[in-house]
């Protein structure tokens, strides 16, 4: 399968110029035309890049950027590999097991890498190719379309190495490509440019935008023109409406294409002057600069900018910028179609100095310069500014505006209708007020001529209002009609009707005025770009906002997703919008979910604080009157109160987010959440230490406190607590389980070390590894009628199957999967006893005399195989026992379950109704693929057995199954034959399923 980068077009459509231009050229609408459409797709693939790294950054694993503590650290290798590949490729032969784990968990991530890096090496070679071939005349003097494409190309390239640089470590990106390009057999013309292109730096002049390889001549016209020429391209303002808001960037992305103009004095000064006099820190396509700590290595810009930007200067700014916000005055309520015009240049000025005080304030300083700017703009913002609320603030007022605009786009024809007739109407009535007040302050003639005049006015209005100059003729008739009435004084007699005039014609104005182009610029001045990558930041506000205030951060998120919608709608293409819409949806979810992250922190740390010591405390059966006060503890339970009612107002603050915002159902999200806590405790439950029963005991404990709790506290939240806890115990063990039983089929042994898990500094030891360190044959014996294992040495008791039931009563799927994991090892002890064997067997004679001379041959590494197999066969046993009589203890609850169930039916239906109960059944282990190893109900356990070499000769016969030989022909004790046909029995039971057993050969 071919994973295209979103919003990307597939390689059949990807736009190519070399070769045919000539033809190009003689087509209708002139070279022009051609070059706009082809300068459309470039931008759009362009754009489609940008999110594409983005996206994947925030996808790469941890055990990739930092690999110091990860188990494929041997195979991450960075460039160093190329030094000599010979070597490192006979070195890594070793890890192959490594290399298919890592492909096989990152196999779409590989996939969607190669992908991107044949979308960027087209890209920019595509692009190169256009600035090389296509005429660069009249390229200053016409600022047409075509133009300002060619410069948003050049700004998206520089936009993509600045997101490589900034999204991926170095060395993050070599370890990548040495990855793929040693996993990967078909390696791509992307796969090799990005081998060239993505090392890490050699010196400082050696960075991506270097590589590159623009024109120089192309970067020396934009900086001509923008810092020689700029005042004389403002006639061309209305031709400027992609550049003019990136202008910023684009010049400082092009500063990093061109380093050796940094010797031109007078042009970067008119540069600064014109665009960086009031700002030194900029969001270039979401990336937070500050140019401070930018350019602190290049001299001459450093000095530039310094004069320019001092601690006072700085003060005097922020200054500035929080008087324009305060002195905006925000509507609150409802909003009208007709106080839209006057509020969208308030929200423009309000946004702009929200930006600017929004960026200077983000202390992410490297320097002591950039700092000691930031702490100027943070004394003069003390305790005047909150960046979240001030946001939050206008949030709500956009979004009425846009909701409201968007409706009324909708209906704007019968609107204007409605409007159009509302004022005409009124005119009416002026008109018929004139005619029968007496004595006014008019000869006849003047009267009669007033009339007319307003009935002229009427018809024009209903004939041109709702044409393409009806503000025009709104704002034109609400002027002359307001100069009329005061002129000839009648401003008493039409006191009643003039303002319902003016304000039916400021609506019918505002209706007017309403257009799409109006939206997008209203949508794209309101948009945060820049506050995405400040979220992290915000984390423990917005979380407070989420419990004590979600309305302002719904209103929060509405506002950042505006930044969604004006990049899609940039995209040139329709069929690209959609994709490139949804990577960019997604990545903001993940930030904002992440910044709520400790969310579910939050609702464990009640759970631990409040819930459980609840729970834990044991009231005693007779209760003295003088002790109840005591025991009731009011502080606990005003805590316990006060923590249930957090989660509650937490539960409702998720609820009132949007699903857009959350990248999902809000409370799907919540117990997600919940879900990976969860498996976090239950890890570190099964991670142990200290002695074996101590740490079971306490697994079975701890765990049934935590259910319980967790129960507690979802249902204040509305989530399902039960089914997360079966679910994820689930998850937890069997896939776990799954995965070692695949690892140990697939290579053919087992290792224990397999059982521990992996920490984030050292392996921890699971039960299941303790209880077989604990029951090891080479340190213990198995007493059986104890039932219990003792050290051989000093003959202290060391395990006792006893604390098994507790634990299946806890935790049922954590026994289960442990019982399969020991029947695997057992099988593969097995399997590793009868390979040493089979050379050894014989072909034809199987009397009792040859299968004793095969005995005394047999080597003496079978007996320690022999041992761990037997080990674990009878610790799988004994967690066997555990469920079955556990359930036992819940047949008489299932059995009461079965009789209400009928009786509740009264006899309707049949029994395929009971069929939903053979679930809970077989998780019980009362069915019978459930219980393979049930016949081991001997009063005699089983236990080691000797001699070793007459046991693998009946294992022997049981693998071989066809053999007509019965255990009774063996010359042993006939105490070793019923145990032999015991064991014999277990293997089998363990190994078959029960319908595929083979006949009985005893």
Known sequence: ?????????????????????????????????????????????????????ARLADIVPQYIIDP?????????????????????????????????????????????????????ASFITTFKQYLEEASSDSRLEEWDTVRELELEAFYLIGLSCLSLERLFAAHTLERLVVLLFRLLDDRSSGLVFALDFLHAPQNAEDTLFSRVGIPLHFVDEILEVFGDRFHEIQVHSSSLTRIRPILPSLLFLSLRFRPQTLANTPRLSRILDLFFRDQWVISVGGHIV????????????????????????????TDQQLAALQTVDLPQGSMRISMIPSLIPLISKYNAALQW??????????????????????????????????????????????TVYERTLRTKKESLEEATASVCSLIDEIAEILKLTPNLPLKEDRKTKLIDWFVVLKTRLQEEAQGQKGAEIAMEVKQRVDHVISSVGLSLTLAAVSPRLQQSLDALYALSSLNKTHLRSLKATSAPGYAIEMLASWSSQLQYMLVNSPLPLRALCYKLFLTVGVEAVSVHSSSRRSPLARALSSRLSKRLRASLDSLPHQIFEVIDTCVIPQLEQRWPTALDKSEVRRLADMDERLKLAEGTRALANLSLGVASLSSRAMGGRPREVVSEGIRRELRVRLQKMISCEGGVHDSIGRAGSESNLLRSALILACEHMRVPGSAIWREEVASLFE????????????????????????????????????????????????????????????????????????????????????????????????????????????????????????SRSLPSSIGDELAGMTQSLLLAHYLDHAR???????????????EATTQFMNGEGDDSSLLSLLPLLRHLGLSPSGLSLSSLSSPSSPAPLSPIAAVCIALWLTEVGGVQTTLGTLPLPSETKTRLALLRDTVVAGRYPSKNKPKSIC
Not at 301 to 317: F, G, W
Not at 806 to 828: F, G, N, W, Y
Request: glycine content about 4%; charged content about 25%.
């Open 1 to 53: 399968m071919v994973i295209k980068v979103p919003g990307t077009p597939s390689d059949g459509e990807r736009p190519v110029i070399s070769g045919g231009m000539d033809l190009i050229k003689a087509r209708d609408g002139g070279v022009r035309s051609v070059y706009e459409s082809f300068l459309w797709n470039v931008v759009d693939e362009g754009r489609a890049i940008t999110v594409e790294i």
């Open 68 to 120: 110091s503590k990860s188990r494929f650290k041997p195979i991450l290798l960075d460039y160093n590999y190329f030094v000599n590949c010979e070597h490192h490729d006979n070195m890594l032969s070793m890890y192959q097991d490594l290399d298919d784990d890592i492909f096989t968990e990152n196999k779409q991530l590989f996939a969607n890498l190669v992908n991107l890096f044949d979308s960027l």
């Open 290 to 317: 500050n140019l401070v700590d930018d350019w602190s290595n290049q001299k001459l810009l450093s000095s530039l900018l310094a004069s320019r930007i001092t601690p006072a200067r700085a003060r005097m700014l």
């Open 357 to 402: 005080l929004c960026l200077h304030s983000y202390d992410k300083s490297s320097t002591r310069k950039s700092s000691g700017l930031t702490t100027a703009v943070k004394t003069s913002l003390t305790d005047h500014f909150e960046p979240h609320l001030a946001m939050a603030n206008v949030a709500r007022v956009e979004h009425n505006i846009i």
């Open 735 to 854: 896939k776990e389980a799954e995965r070692i039983v695949d690892r140990a089929a697939k290579r053919k042994t087992w290792d224990d070390n397999w059982l521990d898990r992996e920490g984030a500094e050292r392996r921890e030891r699971s039960m299941i590894r303790m209880m077989i360190d604990a029951t090891n044959p080479k340190k213990t014996r198995y007493i059986g009628h104890e039932q219990a294992w003792r050290d051989t040495k000093s003959g202290k008791e060391v395990f006792t199957p006893a604390i098994l039931s507790r634990l299946e009563i806890s935790l049922p799927l954590c026994t289960s999967s442990m019982s399969r994991l020991l029947r695997a090892r057992a099988s593969i002890s097995l399997r590793s006893i009868l390979n040493q064997m089979r050379p050894l067997m014989p072909t034809t004679d199987v009397s009792p005399e040859s299968l004793v001379r095969l």
């Open 884 to 898: 079955m009589r556990s359930a036992r203890l819940m047949v008489p609850h299932v059995s009461r379950a079965l």
